[in-house]
């Protein structure tokens, strides 16, 4: 398990991260880098939600301060 600074380096490598004490399966956050064909011209965070939904997303004060952060897959993103 990690804190949010390792989760952070870790999602900045490509990784998809995801919290233990969050309250559904598959929830997990990922950053976004723009490409040419973006309207967004900064990298960002999302979070896939449980319904698989795709929304930017802001941590929260339990999210930056809790120690049960994962790696929410075995391989880098594409």
Known sequence: MMDFSDAL????????????????PHQKITMQTPDK????TLPYIYITTVNGDLVPWLASQTD???ND?????D???D
Do not use: C, F, P
């Not at 064909?37 to 967004?40: E, I, L, V, Y």
């Not at 952060?69 to 897959?73: Q, R």
């Open 9 to 24: 380096r870790q999602i900045k490598l490509g990784y998809a991260v995801t919290r233990d004490g969050w309250n559904g």
């Open 37 to 40: 064909h973006s309207k967004m």
């Open 64 to 66: 930056l301060l809790s």
């Open 69 to 73: 952060w994962l790696i929410a897959e």
């Open 75 to 77: 391989v880098a993103l």
